[in-house]
T-cell receptor, first 113, second 115 residues
Framework: GESVGLHLPTLSVQEGDNSIINCAYSNSASDYFIWYKQESGKGPQFIIDIRSNMDKRQGQRVTVLLNKTVKHLSLQIAATQPGDSAVYFCAENISGGYNKLIFGAGTRLAVHP | ETGVTQSPTHLIKTRGQQVTLRCSSQSGHNTVSWYQQALGQGPQFIFQYYREEENGRGNFPPRFSGLQFPNYSSELNVNALELDDSALYLC??????????????FGPGTRLTVL
């Protein structure tokens, strides 16, 4: 079913460390995935995307890994900075349907100096 | 390149009233989707407009309706407001049936409070 997250898990990291944020997606028919960053009071900001025919994609300081066998997605942030503090959402799009995104519950990333 | 814009930023209404929220899509994008985000939750899909037609709808009642205009801007209308309609309303635009059409870019949202 669609995700409803009442309790937001928090990942606390030290500045400069690498962060790994995990996401379990719901539908095996999903063929496209996006990670968004949302700061307080703002809309979600696109970070990186990946199609289901890939298992890894890299951007600037970020890497997304996709494991279709266990329906798992992760976002790795290298050298985490205070500006990375935000809530991170994964979203999936189901193949063959219209362009609807189904969002995960979100993870709060707190970066400490 | 102009990003997605939404208006107003904040809005306070009372139960039973009606509200209209507005969205201008990112330059070159012809598809607009609306999402509702309750506090502490991920966005929930309301509906999508492509070429001025509703292209898909989530699990929201008919009192949630929308429009898309020839310039691809869009409106979300909510009638008979209920307290549970209090949320951040997000608009996202994408390239329709073009390559990368699934990549959606969000606006800053409209914070609606229903009293």
């Amino acid at each position: 079913g669609e995700s409803v997250g009442l309790h937001l898990p928090t990942l606390s990291v030290q500045e400069g460390d690498n962060s790994i944020i995990n996401c379990a997606y719901s539908n095996s028919a999903s063929d496209y995935f996006i990670w968004y960053k949302q700061e307080s009071g703002k809309g979600p900001q696109f970070i990186i995307d990946i199609r289901s025919n890939m298992d890894k994609r890299q951007g600037q300081r970020v890497t997304v890994l996709l494991n279709k066998t266990v329906k798992h997605l992760s976002l790795q942030i290298a050298a985490t900075q205070p500006g990375d503090s935000a809530v991170y959402f994964c979203a999936e799009n189901i193949s063959g349907g219209y362009n609807k995104l189904i969002f995960g519950a979100g993870t709060r990333l707190a970066v400490h100096p | 390149e102009t990003g997605v814009t939404q208006s107003p930023t904040h809005l306070i209404k009372t139960r039973g009233q009606q509200v209209t929220l507005r969205c201008s899509s990112q330059s070159g994008h012809n598809t607009v989707s609306w999402y509702q985000q309750a506090l502490g939750q991920g966005p929930q899909f309301i509906f999508q407009y492509y070429r001025e037609e509703e292209n898909g709808r989530g699990n929201f009642p008919p009192r949630f309706s929308g429009l898309q205009f020839p310039n691809y801007s869009s409106e979300l209308n909510v009638n008979a407001l209920e307290l549970d309609d209090s949320a951040l309303y997000l608009c996202a635009s994408s390239l329709g049936m073009e390559r990368d059409y699934k990549k959606q870019f969000f606006g800053p949202g409209t914070r609606l409070t229903v009293l």
